[in-house]
């Protein structure tokens, strides 16, 4: 991820810069929805080989992350994960068809709360750091979808179709800009 910094302090044209990342996979290593395999989202803390666990790998470069994108002046906005599904999506329009098409909205905070709970311990190390929850989008607070109108919001279980990018493009209206960080830190911290 150190590069990306780099990149990104190389551009002082660039201020604000938003992150999106399978968090819950890379936290967890767990390709929800898919057979497992153990090369999954390897993680490896670059200069320090002595670290090892999983978790303490993810949230140092994370950490490093956010303090080269800090040291170089940008404003972060932090996307927590939209949805990963335990299921094909396109089973929606198969035998799924005219049955509730998603996932419970428990199932996946249990999925998501792990890294969340990182992610926000993260961010508030660094001032001017906010953070907006893309579930918030698709999810109600029972269940989230993965189609909507008959029409599939992602193309396999842990990617977004067409539709549900431009879904999130039409609900991310309200992801707030940096101006509004104030606000989005106090909804969803």
């Not at 767990?30 to 999954?40: C, E, M």
């Not at 140092?60 to 170089?72: D, Q, T």
């Not at 926000?120 to 750091?129: D, I, P, Q, S």
């Not at 907006?132 to 396999?156: H, M, N, V």
Request: aromatic share 8%.
């Amino acid at each position: 991820m150190k590069w990306i910094a780099d990149y990104l302090n190389g551009r002082p044209e660039i201020g604000d810069v938003y992150i999106e990342a399978r968090y819950a996979a890379a936290f967890s290593g767990i390709n929800l929805g898919a057979r497992p395999d153990p090369k999954f989202y390897a993680l490896e803390l670059v200069g320090s080989p002595h670290v090892t666990d999983r978790e303490e790998v993810f949230i140092e470069g994370f950490r490093r992350m956010l303090a080269a994108l800090k040291a170089g002046g940008k404003r972060v906005t932090i996307l927590l994960d939209y949805p990963e599904l335990d299921f094909e999506p396109r089973t929606c329009f198969g035998w799924r068809r005219g049955a509730a098409c998603g996932m419970a909205a428990e199932d996946v905070a249990a999925r998501q709360a792990p890294y969340m709970s990182a992610v926000r311990r993260l961010a508030a190390e660094f001032e001017n750091t906010a953070i907006f929850d893309l579930k918030s989008l698709l999810c109600t607070p029972t269940a989230c979808a993965a189609e909507i109108g008959g029409q599939p919001l992602y193309r396999s279980t842990s990617h977004i179709s067409e539709i549900g990018a431009m879904t999130l493009v039409e609900s991310g209206k309200r992801i707030p800009v940096p101006a509004d960080r104030a606000a989005a830190s106090s909804v969803s911290r």
